[in-house]
């Protein structure tokens, strides 16, 4: 699968089977959250076989089912440590898709004393959320997405890589699926804003991860 294929076939998924994940993706996905974590100066960790994260009446509330893997993303406390946690997490999130697991954002309903307990979180760090990992019971549900049009300015002539950037923008996961988050262009000067909502800045960091993407980095630079 490559990744292209993962981001039109991910979807959230909040219920998994008791299925156990073999070493050798463990590793390939350590080795995913170990680069990450390096490149963008982040100390995000993999959890397995705890059952408490998601023991709570916010999970159960959540409609989480059988969640027994996590990957706590966690970072230093910076002004754009959300954004940074929304990127890094959607490679991860994308790479255990590629895995053929499972996944989905938790920012509220999951038990943060439990994550702490077995995470290690150091002075000027901050737990910001998880990402669920296994097994779905299912594939998840595809939910309807926005038009090109309103989340871009119109153009006669849209170049192809942006439109294949845009494309990748809206399969992008958003929390609550609001998907508030516009795009303009200059020749070859792409910006991204967000538009207003809860995590903002995280589904932030996940767009842009998207759109790179879609558009290839060879066709383009961030203002």
């Given at each position: ?14 219920s ?9 993706i ?6 995913a ?15 397995t ?39 890094y ?6 790479q ?29 760090e901050?737990l910001v ?10 594939q998840?549900e ?39 988050f ?35 980095m ?6």
């Amino acid at each position: 699968m490559t990744i292209l294929e993962a981001i039109k076939k991910r979807h959230s998924v909040r219920s998994y089977i008791t299925k156990k994940i073999p070493e050798d993706i463990w590793q390939e996905l350590t080795a995913a959250i170990n680069a990450c974590n390096n490149e963008g100066g982040l100390h995000m960790q993999l959890v397995t076989d705890d059952a408490d994260a998601f023991h709570t009446l916010l999970a159960h509330y959540g409609k989480f089912r059988n969640v027994r893997n996590y990957i706590a993303l966690i970072g230093p406390k910076t002004a754009d440590l959300d954004e940074k946690i929304g990127y890094y997490g959607e490679k991860i999130v994308l790479q255990a898709q590629i895995l053929g697991l499972n996944t989905c954002w938790v920012a509220l309903t999951f038990g943060k004393g439990a994550v702490r307990k077995k995470c290690e979180i150091k002075r000027g760090e901050k737990l910001v959320c998880v990402l669920a990992l296994g097994y779905g019971e299912t594939q998840g549900e595809f939910h309807k997405v926005k038009k090109i049009s309103e989340i871009c300015k119109n153009e006669m002539e849209m170049p192809k890589w942006y439109k294949t950037g845009l494309e990748c923008a809206l399969l992008a996961p958003t929390a609550m699926n609001q998907q508030k988050f516009a795009f303009a262009r200059d020749g070859s000067t792409v910006s991204v804003r967000s538009t207003g909502g809860v995590y903002s800045k995280i589904d932030l960091g996940i767009v842009k991860y998207h759109f790179e993407i879609g558009a290839g980095m060879k066709n383009f630079q961030w203002k």
